[in-house]
């Protein structure tokens, strides 16, 4: 299930703490997992738990807290929107809603061409900036107005050849 190499880097990211924390790693390990699989599993969450010497629902709970660990296959741009009360007051519900729209998704669900997850997110830290959205846990996008939303999607898809 989890590649050598992975189980490399595990003790890579174990050999930072010291031998009576190996637990600290959790959430490093956790991405590596995602990293490799695409998305967290829970037999890969057990794999986790008895790497670390951890409860499985120890590492479940770590999962399922952060919308960054992905509990099941998610698309290839995984787009999370904030939904939070200072994006809401500021066009935050408009964002997700014309998302909505445009992909024929609801949230928490995958286009049927496996390009496009669509997720709310709790507070992404850039409440001037609302409403913001995340890119595949990386990629912070500010102002996203409905026509920079289209801008995003569109381009995102032309990258793929599907436009």
Avoid: W
């Avoid at 120890?58 to 509990?71: I, K, L, P």
């Avoid at 998610?74 to 929107?81: E, T």
Wanted: hydrophobic share 40%.
């Amino acid at each position: 299930m989890i590649s050598e190499k992975s189980k490399a880097a595990f003790a890579k990211e174990v050999a930072k703490y010291p031998a009576d924390q190996r637990q600290s790693a959790v959430m490093a390990c956790l991405q590596i997992v995602q990293k490799e699989l695409g998305y967290v599993s829970l037999e890969s969450e057990k794999f986790v738990a008895e790497y670390l010497g951890m409860a499985p629902m120890a590492v479940h709970e770590v999962t399922s807290f952060y919308n960054m660990y992905n509990q099941r296959p998610v698309g290839k741009y995984k787009l999370n929107v904030c939904t939070n009360l200072p994006c809401q007051l500021r066009a935050g519900a408009q964002a997700m809603a014309y998302l909505k729209q445009k992909l024929g998704i609801d949230n928490n669900q995958t286009t049927a061409d496996g390009l496009f997850t669509l997720q709310e997110s709790e507070c992404l830290g850039a409440c001037a900036d609302s409403p913001v959205m995340l890119v595949n846990d990386t990629t912070m996008c500010s102002f996203m107005s409905d026509e920079k939303l289209d801008q995003l999607v569109d381009g995102l898809r032309a990258l793929e050849g599907k436009a």
